[in-house]
């Protein structure tokens, strides 16, 4: 083996030079996240139900005296999560106002450092860099990981502060000191979604450490950082019991913990593997690459990489599978795993394919044959590639009119237009490639994934699910200028929207057509919102139309 390192300097030299050409990667990662989860964040409106709740209650914080201890909703106590992320987002309300950019800046920019958090995890787990960079360009164009990333949501700190204290906790397997940064960041984690979370997600790391370097479970600087990351978690847990009693553990630990594992929560059920679909339908193009990693993964399992992958994947998939709660983003703690998979894979593929047929070197007799993982040939067939490509030009030709009667489209259909443009090319180009056993398909992949979701997010279609309701900010506007400050009013929407009461600034209550004709006769001065046909319908006594909007209504007493 031929000498690495240059005789006058030593390793010590080369070991500096690797650090330097870390931190300039991770630069690279930061800021390639910070313009594709900053771009566009206050185009569009915010969301039901996360986006909505958390907003209001980081509003009220802002707005508050005690509030931050003891968080609020429409002033009424809020129990359902910790309050770390609210703080920071009403940190954000206080210095640069009340806005959608505001509210999705905090998780926005947590969820953006988890990006070279990634890479340095792939750094100590994988000697080669290949891995970390390929894990990381992966986990970056993941397509659940920047959505939800960008809402105004508690996922995308969680991932931040998992991957933090999963490289100190790998970290400290060289220097013990890193073990406190392990404990503070699951502090962090029961302090954004609880204990249950942090607990469940902490075992990732113990069964690792387990497995790997039993060890450090002796560490004192390990359970010291444990005991300084509990500590604010367990001061802000009795400080609601205190103030609340017996309430604050039936909905903080009951209702939205243990409740959530034996029964679907509003309705939100599905079937055992619910969570492998999930992966399947949103992880594109990266799940055609997903067997091959565990396979690879699997072979090699006797190495630190692959044990933390498949302890991180099968457990948390397991748990969330048994839950009977389902919903999209409970699976995105999963995809660093995910990420470090296929990336171990991609590294392999391109390791393999640099290296011609007539230079690899046949095993000598006296050595112990073992046949190597052929990465090349479990790449997928280029067909597939251009199967999906032909899929993406056709959607390209839907939305720009050329395949119905009546020309083109609106804006939102045309900007769909041009994100399926790239992606039918990059898919083309790198079927094309890949048929030529040119690893150069790998960039392409990679590089026109990042461009699609850049025009993705830059249009008004990144927030797809407030096409499934009315556009809450006129109907808000309209409630919020034509009723008295404090003012509850009455909806015959058929669910609330917290996205509503947040533009408003007031409480919207949904009701049926009982007790709406119950309010209309004993209430002072009530104040509906009604669909017009439910107006109608209704036929309220001495209604009067205070302001209207879209299909909707705003009505009182005279």
Aim: hydrophobic fraction near 50%; proline fraction near 6%.
């Amino acid at each position: 083996m031929s000498e690495i390192f240059p005789p006058s300097t030593g390793k010590y030299t080369s070991r500096l030079n690797d650090n330097s050409t870390d931190k300039l990667w991770m630069l690279a990662f930061l800021l390639a996240a910070v313009l594709i989860f900053g771009l566009n964040l206050g185009g569009v409106a915010l969301r039901d139900w996360d986006e909505g709740i958390a907003a209001q209650v980081s509003r009220e914080i802002w707005r508050g005296n005690l509030n931050w201890l003891y968080p609020t909703i429409d002033s009424i106590p809020y129990l359902n999560k910790p309050p770390l992320v609210h703080w920071l987002i009403g940190l954000c309300f206080a210095v640069g106002g009340v806005s959608e950019w505001t509210a999705r800046l905090i998780p926005a920019m947590l969820t953006a450092s988890s990006v070279p958090l990634l890479y340095a995890i792939g750094r100590e787990l994988f000697p080669r860099r290949s891995i970390a960079i390929f894990s990381t360009l992966v986990y970056l164009t993941l397509l659940p990981v920047v959505r939800h990333g960008r809402l105004a949501m508690l996922d995308g700190a969680v991932l931040c502060f998992l991957l933090a204290a999963m490289w100190c906790l790998l970290r400290s397997r060289r220097d013990l000191r890193y073990a406190l940064g392990a404990g503070i960041g699951f502090g962090f984690i029961c302090l954004t979604k609880g204990v249950m979370l942090g607990l469940l997600l902490g075992a990732i790391g113990f069964c690792f450490l387990v497995w790997d370097t039993p060890r450090l479970l002796t560490s004192g600087y390990l359970w010291g950082g444990l005991a300084i990351g509990t500590l604010p978690v367990a001061a802000w847990y009795f400080a609601q019991w205190l103030h609340y009693g017996q309430d604050f553990i039936n909905i903080n630990l009951v209702s939205e913990s243990f409740r959530r594992i034996s029964e679907p929560v509003s309705n939100h059920k599905g079937p055992p593997w619910y969570y492998l679909l999930e992966i399947l339908e949103s992880a594109w193009p990266w799940q055609l690459f997903y067997l091959q990693g565990l396979r690879l993964t699997w072979e090699n399992r006797s190495f630190a990489g692959p044990k933390l992958i498949l302890v991180w994947s099968g457990f948390y998939l397991l748990a969330i599978s048994v839950m009977n709660t389902k919903l999209p983003w409970y699976v995105l703690p999963i995809y660093p795993a995910f990420a470090l998979t296929v990336g171990s894979y991609l590294a392999e593929v391109w390791e393999q394919m640099e290296l011609p047929e007539d230079t690899v070197k046949e095993p000598a007799k006296d050595e112990i044959e073992e046949e190597p993982f052929d990465a090349v040939s479990c790449l997928p067939h280029p067909a597939i590639l251009g199967l999906l490509a032909v899929v993406a030009a056709v959607g390209c030709a839907y939305f720009g009119g050329w395949l119905r009667f009546g020309g083109s489209g609106s804006a939102i259909e045309r900007d769909l237009q041009l994100m399926l443009m790239f992606v039918a090319l990059t898919l083309t180009m790198a079927a094309v490639l890949l048929h030529r056993k040119d690893r150069q398909f790998l960039l392409v992949l990679i590089w026109g994934t990042y461009v699609s979701l850049l025009v993705f997010v830059a249009s008004d279609n990144w927030v797809w699910e407030l096409a499934e309701d009315y556009p809450v900010k006129p109907i808000a506007e309209i409630v919020r200028t034509g009723t008295p400050i404090g003012q509850p009013v009455f909806t015959s929407h058929r669910l609330g929207r917290p996205s509503l009461n947040f533009y408003s600034e007031r409480q919207v209550i949904v009701a049926d057509a009982p007790t709406l004709q119950q309010k209309w006769q004993t209430l002072p001065q009530p104040y509906f919102l009604l669909e017009k046909p439910v107006l109608k319908h209704l036929n309220l006594a001495n209604a009067e139309v205070v302001k209207t909007a879209e299909d909707w209504v705003l009505v009182t007493r005279k």
